[in-house]
């Protein structure tokens, strides 16, 4: 086998083994994500408790590192103690070496039977769950196909000189080849990938046994880093977990380093085959941390809290609450965590749409500036909960899920419009009342006023709409679209009124007044848009707004009384933001 040859094979079985590895989790994930979650969320009464029940846990995901995320979402809630969190860890930590083992026994020619099985459940299932346990199948199959690739690929590397020269060169320098393996496993995010490769290479005498144990070492590390970056920007509460394993694990693997050319022998009492003892060095590492550890557990977390503590500011509300990483493989799920920071988006929009006559009526510039924030921190999650379902959608969606995906992305993105539309306008012209000295009459304040409480009420209304996709409700808010609309034109005859009379607080203010007006009505326009999806799938919105062209002998022009005596029926919106009116 060429160079090139050798290189491109040893890539395409690494390749296919991180892509078996996930797609065994993400199967598992969809199929019992739930259960999974309740085991890990009620195991507190003990630390051998947790301990269990992430050894169990760890070894149906497959992943460590998966568990990780899935405890500092709890913890970052407050729904597991640090220390169970900690022992939970611990416990996952030694429960994905097991999954090794497993994969260590001669199953690799099963690999045909899983793959066909398989693809077979996955086409032909109905159900969901079913057709995840056929992705399962397919990953196991894939990484059983992997494993045959890469151990070939090791017999011949043994005999490749440029190979030896820059394997021996690495097994000489412990450190180096610890921090090597702890970066592939980093970038990996799949400590068992990557122990399952180093057991192909040692299998096939590719490395030496001491090499092979300090490459260990380092995909144990790289393992506990994972989590943690992953988790970079979020609550500190949820990064304690991921930080006090890396430390567990970084404090026992530092100390392992000089010993590393004694563990050999050691493990040889119990098997000589090169292969077994990588992955017997695997678990008895994880074994010894746990056991150094869980009776230090309290302390372990005392430290933790001290090296990460609590924000001494209040928490920064551009920061997403609800945008749970872990449930990213579960649509439905992560859907729920959309919906929710989305509602909490509309809390923000809504708490500046009441302020905002409060600063054009009372000339606050302190308001002003308060709504310029916060108008920011609206901009940041609506780009975080865009992204994130983004990243939700490259999973399979259902036909709900689709359309539940647009209505939260329409919605959160005509959020994002109206805190543009109180920022860059309604501020303006508070701004521009406050430098000239302007003053509404009683009458124009009044009714600004009455018009503004009736949009703060409709968005209210949609808030509630988009929560419960209530066709009663959405029908009640389409209506108001009209009844919005009747009210900016009788609102605009009374201020010409007004300026006919000649009143010079109404004259110097008559710019602001309906411009005011104007954006009030096309925030409403913005919050009336949500309607249209819940009552287009109701199957309670006209094709088209437009009276057909009448036949012979008919007059094809709309008399007016005809026309204003008729509420107008809103269309459809083509796309996001269409909702201008």
Known sequence: ?????????????????????????????????????NVLSRASKSRLTAFGAGVGVAGILQSSTATALLLASFAG?????????????????????????????????????????????????????????????????????????????SGAMRESPTVAVLLSALGSEPVIA?????????????????????????????????????????????????????????????????FGNLIARGAVGIAFIPFLGWAEPAL?????????????FHTSFNLIVALVFLPLLTWLARFVTWMLPPPA????????????????????????????????????????????????EGNDLKIVKELEKADDDVDALHEAIKLYLIRASK?????????????????TTNLEHIGDIIDKNLMELANKK???????????????????????????????????????????????????????????????ARLKEGRPESIETSAIHLDIIRDLKRINSHLTAVAYPILEAAGELRESRLREKQREGSSAKTPA????????????????GSAQS
């Not at 032909?124 to 494993?147: F, H, Q, T, Y």
């Not at 304040?445 to 988009?466: I, Q, S, T």
């Not at 009844?483 to 009374?494: N, Q, S």
């Not at 009384?561 to 996001?576: D, L, N, R, V, Y």
């Open 1 to 37: 086998m060429g160079g090139s040859e050798l290189l491109l094979t040893l890539l395409g079985g690494v390749a296919l083994l991180l892509w078996g590895v996930r797609m065994v989790r993400t199967g598992l994930t969809r199929a019992f994500g739930a259960p999974l979650r």
């Open 77 to 153: 809630r407050g729904l597991v103690t640090l220390p169970v969190a900690l022992a939970i860890m611990l416990g996952a930590d030694v429960g994905t070496t097991l999954v090794a083992q497993i994969f260590a026994f001669d199953i690799k020619w099963l690999w045909t039977v899983a793959a066909i099985g398989g693809v077979a459940l996955f086409s032909a299932a109905e159900d969901d769950r079913l057709k995840n346990l056929g992705r399962i199948s397919i990953g196991v199959g894939l990484m059983l196909l992997a494993l045959i690739e890469l151990g070939t690929v």
């Open 178 to 242: 610890v921090l090597v393996a702890a970066i592939l496993t980093w970038l990996a995010h799949s400590s068992l990938a990557v122990v399952l490769f180093i057991l192909s290479l040692a299998a096939g005498g590719a490395i030496g046994p001491e090499l092979a144990l300090a490459l260990v070492l380092g995909a144990n590390l790289g393992g506990a880093i994972a989590p943690l970056t992953a988790l970079t920007g979020s609550p500190v509460a949820a990064r304690r977990v991921p």
């Open 268 to 280: 040889a009492y119990i098997s000589s085959d090169p292969g077994r003892m990588v992955l017997n």
């Open 313 to 360: 500011d209040a928490p920064d509300r551009a920061v997403p609450q609800h945008l749970e990483p872990t449930v990213l493989d579960t649509p439905s799920e992560a859907l729920g965590c959309a919906m929710r920071e989305t509602l909490r988006v509309g809390d923000i929009v809504l708490d500046m749409l009441r302020k905002s006559l409060t600063a054009i």
């Open 395 to 411: 999973n399979e969606l259902d036909d709900e899920e689709s359309r539940r995906y647009y209505e939260i992305l329409t919605f």
């Open 434 to 496: 406050i430098k000239k000295h302007y003053s509404f009459s009683p009458e124009g304040l009044e009714e600004l006023k009455r018009f503004h409480g009736r949009v703060v009420d409709n968005m209210r209304l949609a808030l509630n709409v988009f929560a419960t996709r209530d066709v009663t409700l959405a029908r009640r808010l389409l209506k108001e679209k009209t009844t919005i609309r009747i009210k900016e034109f009788e609102a605009a005859e009374r201020h010409f």
């Open 561 to 576: 009384s005809e026309t204003a005596a008729m509420p107008a029926q809103p269309q459809a919106p083509a796309g996001i």
